[in-house]
C-alpha cells in the first residue's frame, strides 16, 4: 500500500509545492519513505530526491526546486526491503522515463529471470523497478518498429503490454519530457483518481491515490480512473484517456474499512459512509447471534482511529433495539498519534514492542464495565491481544470483541503487507472463531460475516475480498514471457 500524486500545469509553475503537499495528506498510506520526481523544462534538467521517513521531513529542504510536471510517492513496503534505494520514484535515464506505483506486483522472480537472460539485472528489491524496466523495453520495442510514432500512442501501447503480462496489482503514474501518465491495472485493485483546478489562467491537474489529496490542496474531483485505463495529459492539459485491458473491476475493499482515510472517497460513497454501515451490519449481526448480550453492554469503546465511525453506529443502531435502554459510547483507549501502524513493521518482534507502546486505557472510566470493543479488522492479532491485555488490567468486568471486516484467513498479493498465512490469527486457527477467541483472551467474539458485509456495506458492488474468501482474481506468473522479443 502506497500514496501517488502526479501533477502537470500549464504555465511553467513550479509543482513541488502541489506534489509535497498532496504527499502530505497520504502519509497514511506510506509512512516508511518518500520521494519525488520532476523535470524542469526551464533549465532542461530533471530532480529526483528520495529519503526514509514521513514526506513532510523528505520534502521540506526541497521548496526551491524548479519543475512544472512531477510526481511523488509515499511507500509502505509490500514488497523487496527497505532502504532508501527502495524508495521510489524510479527513474529510467535511457528513456527520460520516471515512475512510481502502488499495489504489488506478483511476477517479479518472472520478469528478473528474463531480464537476466538478457545480460540486464535490476538495482534494487522494490517492484516498482521491474514494472518500470518492462514499461521501458516495450516503449523501445514499438518505438524501433514505428520511429515516427507519436510517444502518446507508443506508450498506451506499451502499458496494454503491461496489463497483459505484468501480474497482480499496480496503479502507477509517469512521467516523461512531453507530459503526465497514469494507469490502472485491469482489475482496479489499487485506487486512482484525477482532479483539476483553475486559478485565472493558471490550470494544474493531479493524479492521486485518494480524493483526500485532491480536495485538501484545492482540486475539484473530476473522476475516478477506471480500472485497465490508462491517460496521458500534456503540457497544454489536453487529456487522452483509454481504457486498454479491462477485466472484472476488483477494487480491494480493505481499503473502505481501513486504509483509506475517513475523509477520502471511493467506490462512489465516502469511507466514512462505508464504515458507517459496517458498524450498523455488526450491530445487526450482533442482535442475531447474541441479544442476550446486547442488554448487558455498558460501554461500546473503537480502537483509535479507523472504526471510529463504525463504532458510532454500532452503538447507536443496539440503542435502538434497546426497549428503554442505554448503551454508553466512550473512547477510554488512545493511541499515539505519530505511532504509525503497527502492521508494518518488518518482525512480530518490533510489532510486539509497537503495541505495547501504541494505547493508553483509563482505568475509571472502565473498571467493573461490560465493555464492547469495536475495531475495524484483527489481522495478525497483535493489537487485539495487546488492547485485551490493557483493558483486563484496568479492571473491564467483560471484554467482547467485534470487528467491521470479516476474518482474514488468506495472504494479500495485492498490495497489504499480510506474507504469509502462518501471521494471520483466523488462519493460524483454522478458521476457529472459538479458538481464536481464548487466544486473544476475550469473552466474546465477533467477525462481521462475508455475506453481511457485501450485503449491506459495499451492496453488493465488485470488490476483492481474496483476504477473507481465499478466492484470488489473478494468478501470481504470466503464462508466456514478460519482455518483448529481443
Known amino acids: 500500500m502506497c500514496g501517488l500524486v502526479g501533477v502537470i500545469n500549464n504555465n511553467g509553475r513550479p509543482v513541488v509545492g502541489d506534489l509535497g503537499n498532496g504527499a502530505h495528506f497520504l502519509q497514511h498510506r506510506g509512512p516508511a519513505y518518500a520521494g519525488l520526481f520532476l523535470f524542469d523544462p526551464v533549465h532542461r534538467r530533471y530532480a529526483l530526491e528520495r529519503g526514509e521517513g514521513l514526506a513532510d521531513d523528505i520534502f521540506k529542504p526541497l521548496v526551491d526546486l524548479n519543475g512544472d510536471l512531477g510526481i511523488a510517492h509515499t511507500r509502505y513496503k509490500t514488497f523487496g ?29 518472472q520478469i528478473d529471470a528474463e531480464l537476466g537472460s538478457r545480460g540486464q539485472a535490476l538495482a534494487a528489491t ?20 514505428d520511429p515516427m510514432a507519436p510517444e502518446k500512442e507508443v506508450f498506451f501501447k506499451a502499458v496494454a503490454e503491461i496489463q497483459k503480462r505484468v501480474t497482480g496489482a499496480y496503479s502507477a503514474v509517469a512521467v516523461t519530457p512531453s507530459g503526465l501518465y497514469a494507469f490502472r491495472d485491469p482489475h482496479g485493485f489499487r485506487p486512482m483518481v484525477r482532479g483539476s483546478r483553475a486559478r485565472g489562467d493558471e490550470k494544474t491537474v493531479m493524479i492521486a491515490s485518494e480524493t483526500l489529496a485532491l480536495e485538501q490542496n484545492g482540486f475539484s474531483v473530476d473522476e475516478e480512473v477506471p480500472h485497465g485505463t490508462a491517460l496521458f495529459i500534456d503540457r497544454n492539459l489536453e487529456i487522452d484517456e483509454r481504457v486498454l485491458v479491462e477485466k472484472d473491476p476488483r477494487p480491494c475493499a480493505f481499503e473502505l474499512i481501513y486504509f483509506a482515510d475517513v475523509e477520502s472517497k471511493m467506490m462512489g460513497d465516502p469511507i466514512r459512509t462505508f464504515r458507517w454501515r459496517a458498524g450498523r451490519a455488526l450491530a445487526l449481526h450482533l442482535t442475531e447471534e447474541a441479544p442476550d448480550l446486547v442488554n448487558q453492554i455498558d460501554l461500546v469503546v473503537p480502537i483509535p482511529h479507523s472504526p471510529i465511525p463504525g463504532a458510532e453506529a454500532f452503538a447507536q443502531k443496539l440503542e435502538k433495539e434497546i426497549n428503554g435502554g442505554v448503551i454508553q459510547y466512550a473512547t477510554p483507549i488512545s493511541k499515539y498519534r505519530y505511532g504509525g501502524r503497527i502492521f508494518m513493521e518488518e518482525t512480530q518482534k518490533a510489532r510486539d514492542e509497537a503495541a505495547m507502546l501504541d494505547f493508553r486505557v483509563d482505568s475509571i472510566s472502565v473498571k467493573d464495565k461490560n ?9 495478525r492479532g497483535t493489537n487485539a491481544s495487546r488492547i485485551v491485555r490493557a483493558f483486563r488490567a484496568a479492571g473491564a468486568k467483560s471484554i467482547w470483541f467485534g470487528t467491521l471486516w470479516p476474518m482474514v484467513i488468506d495472504s494479500c498479493f495485492q498490495g497489504i503487507n499480510t506474507p504469509t498465512q502462518s501471521e494471520l490469527i483466523g488462519a493460524r486457527f483454522a478458521r476457529d472463531v472459538d479458538e481464536v477467541q481464548t487466544e486473544l483472551g476475550v469473552d466474546a467474539l465477533f467477525y462481521l460475516p462475508i455475506e453481511v458485509f457485501q450485503q449491506l456495506v459495499i451492496k453488493g458492488a465488485p470488490a476483492c475480498m481474496a483476504c477473507t474468501t481465499g478466492q484470488r482474481a489473478v494468478k501470481f506468473e504470466h503464462a508466456g514471457t514478460v519482455l518483448p522479443p529481443v
Open 81 to 109: 526491503s527497505g532502504g532508501t534505494i527502495n524508495a521510489q520514484p524510479f527513474f529510467d535515464a535511457f528513456l527520460g522515463l520516471s515512475l512510481a506505483h502502488n499495489g504489488h506486483i506478483t511476477n517479479v522472480k
Open 126 to 145: 522494490c517492484d516498482a523497478e521491474p514494472l518500470l524496466r518492462v514499461l521501458a523495453l516495450w516503449i523501445e520495442h514499438f518505438r524501433s518498429e
Open 371 to 379: 465493555v464492547f470493543i469495536v475495531d475495524d479488522s484483527i489481522v
